[in-house]
């Protein structure tokens, strides 16, 4: 059961430069996320999707893009990286419905460095 | 402007005592509230959660308590084992602002033989 696959763990950029975290989900969750957490913070909510197609922004989405063309993959995109954007990245999923707890899924994390 | 807060930071706890750890909240429109559990390298796993209508919800040694008057939760562990120690977030759904969770800043919890 692989659960939430990110990609990769670490990164260093430097300011400037662009990538994509990569994100995986085999649930067949209809809600995936991403969410970053900086040193001795709680994660703030940087973009969101309902499904595929669908994107929306959350809490911290300046910087950053996203897309959604399947079900199970959610990359998030760094196009200029800046020293604000150090952190670590965590993508999570969640299936929605009539009964919807807020339970969600997290993968292990991806820490970036920008220099 | 915080939503949920974790007041305290850090808390060492006995082996074998109960852990209390709190939470406040300001959005009285909050749907859910959940408790996840981290250790270091590794995401947030979800540990339980109660419903805004509800007042206690418990399972096996972790018990959520929740206040709507005084907009306060808490989690009780009981009793408390060395496998414990980890960072616990306190987490509110709804609110009518955008989908997922929001986040308070954790309270590391520390579990001394």
């Known amino acids: 059961n692989a659960g939430v696959t990110q990609t990769p763990k670490f990164r260093i950029l430097k300011i400037g430069q662009s990538m994509t975290l990569q994100c995986a989900q085999d649930?067949?969750?209809?809600?995936m996320y991403w969410y970053r957490q900086d040193p001795g913070m709680g994660l703030k909510l940087i973009y969101y999707?309902?499904?595929?197609?669908?994107?929306d922004k959350g809490e911290v989405p300046n910087g950053y893009n996203v897309s959604r063309s399947t079900t199970e993959d959610f990359p998030l995109r760094l196009e200029l990286a800046a020293p604000s954007q150090t952190s670590v990245y965590f993508c999570?999923?969640?299936?929605?419905?009539?009964?919807?707890?807020?339970?969600?899924?997290f993968g292990e994390g991806s820490r970036l460095t920008v220099l | 402007d915080q939503q949920v807060k974790q007041n305290s930071p850090s808390l060492s706890v006995q082996e074998g005592r109960i852990s209390i750890l709190n939470c406040d909240y300001t959005?009285?429109?909050?749907?859910?509230f959940l408790w996840y559990k981290k250790y270091p390298a590794e995401g947030p796993t979800f540990l339980i959660s109660?419903?805004?209508?509800?007042d206690k919800n418990e399972d096996g040694r972790f018990t959520v308590f929740l206040n709507k008057s005084a907009k306060h939760l808490s989690l009780h562990i009981v009793p408390s084992q060395p496998g414990d120690s980890a960072v616990y977030f306190c987490?509110?759904?709804?609110?009518?602002?955008?989908?997922?969770?929001?986040f308070g800043k954790g309270t590391h919890l520390i579990i001394q033989p």
């Open positions: 999570a999923s969640s299936l929605i419905g009539t009964e919807n707890t807020g339970e969600l899924f």
């Open positions: 649930m067949n969750h209809n809600y």
């Open positions: 999707s309902v499904g595929a197609g669908i994107t």
């Open positions: 959005n009285s429109m909050f749907d859910y």
């Open positions: 109660i419903s805004s209508i509800k």
């Open positions: 987490a509110a759904l709804g609110g009518g602002g955008a989908d997922g969770l929001t």
